[in-house]
């Protein structure tokens, strides 16, 4: 079993900036692909962004591009999702989640971390 933590969200402004963290307890073949989403009150669950373990393979919505940078620290498991530019439809519970394949259903999924963007 793998567990994933969120941590880093909070209260900022519109225009500022918040870094997300996601720690996963262990690496695996269930974990090669890591992943941020996102669910508002009300709204579905979306996609925002996704990365391998190396790098080599990372995609974005089209609502975070230029503004969101999503990375990993191979020595700490961990998953980092930087946000800048931050705009109140940022508002959100944000999920890290951990899949095997790239069109695979994510697997594993955090508690979440609550980002809340003020006008």
């Known amino acids: 079993q793998v567990q994933l933590a969120e941590s880093g969200g909070g209260l900022v402004q519109a225009g500022g900036s918040l870094r997300l963290s996601c720690a996963a307890s262990?690496?695996?073949?269930?974990?090669?692909?890591m992943g941020w989403f996102r669910q508002a009150p009300g709204k579905e669950r979306e996609f925002v962004a996704r990365?391998?373990?190396?790098?080599?393979?990372?995609l974005y919505a089209d609502s975070v591009k230029g503004r969101f940078t999503i990375s990993t620290d191979n020595t700490k498991n961990t998953v980092d999702l930087q946000m800048n530019s931050l705009k109140p439809e940022d508002t959100a519970t944000y999920y890290c989640?951990?899949?095997?394949?790239?069109?695979?259903?994510?697997?594993?999924w955090g508690q979440g971390t609550q980002v809340t963007v003020s006008p």
């Open positions: 990365i391998t373990w190396s790098g080599d393979s990372i």
């Open positions: 989640a951990a899949k095997a394949v790239p069109y695979g259903q994510y697997a594993y």
């Open positions: 262990r690496r695996t073949g269930r974990t090669n692909y």
